[in-house]
């Protein structure tokens, strides 16, 4: 189920990068398909994030649209969505997900996940300020600096120290792209510059990430195996198209409530 968990501790903070085993879509989508309505079958999906709620007992989990772009959704008490809300406008409730491609909230017992196959899954907390973020961070979202914008609202909502860890997502050794794209990219983000395992250009998402968010000031840690050649995450490249989504997920103990103190 996990490809990396951190269960809340001291802080209060849990932290997961979900893989491809324990759930119950078939085929192109097996198992554990977290991903969008319209592709793998509702029942399934929905029975999916069931199960996972229910291994780390949580509250239903706030997600949306993405667009590749840098618009970030603040949760509020408004916005904590029913358990099956994550379908969008294909779920039971048709309410459609908000546009954007990151969340932050400094709610307790309010999960945020983003979700990904082959792009760079983003989880961000000050555990001592009580605010958390999830950013999803592909070639055009972090060139377009959604990162920058997530790290920005988190510092609205009172963050100061902020830890970030990075989720399984494509290689620098496996990511091809166009000799033009790189040099686009590598103009905007020079350590996203690399070269794949068969001597073509491509781009280090990893690295990126890693660059943009350290000069933020933000501390980062990697649990980044790569999508495309691990058979137990879902790679849309691998896959051609056709394929499920793991999630980064992050949140706060919901007993952290009342003992947090802010700054
Ligand atoms: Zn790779």
Redesign the pocket.
């Known amino acids: 189920m996990f490809a990396f968990l951190s269960e809340p501790g001291a802080d209060g903070v849990g932290v997961a990068f979900t893989d491809r085993e324990g759930g119950a879509s078939e085929g192109a989508f097996a198992a554990l398909n977290l991903g969008r309505a319209g592709e793998d079958d509702p029942a399934a999906l929905s029975a999916n994030m069931t199960a996972l709620r229910a291994r780390l007992a949580l509250a239903p989990i706030s997600v949306v649209h993405q667009v590749h772009g840098t618009t970030v959704k603040t949760i509020t008490r408004a916005d904590l969505p029913g358990p099956d809300d994550w379908l969008g406008a294909s779920g039971p409730s048709r309410r459609p997900l908000a546009e954007a491609d990151a969340l932050v909230t400094a709610l307790p017992g309010a999960p945020l996940a983003i979700r990904v196959a082959d792009c760079v899954p983003v989880l961000l907390a000050d555990a001592r300020a009580g605010v958390i973020g999830a950013a999803h961070a592909g070639r055009r979202g972090l060139l377009a600096g959604v990162l920058a914008a997530t790290v920005r609202r988190m510092r609205e909502l009172g963050a100061t120290s902020i830890h970030a860890w990075v989720g399984p997502h494509?290689?620098g050794?496996?990511y091809e792209v166009p000799p033009e794209m790189q040099a686009e990219s590598c103009a905007i983000i020079p350590e996203l510059g690399a070269t794949t395992s068969w001597g073509t250009p491509s781009l280090d998402l990893g690295a990126g990430v890693h660059a943009v968010l350290e000069r933020d000031g933000v501390g980062v840690e990697h649990h980044d195996p790569?999508t495309?050649?691990t058979p137990q995450l879902f790679s849309h490249r691998r896959d051609r198209g056709v394929t499920g989504r793991q999630i980064g997920l992050i949140w706060r103990a919901e007993r952290g409530d009342r003992s947090d103190s802010r700054g």
Do not use: A, E, N
């Open positions: 494509i290689c050794d496996c790569c495309r050649t």
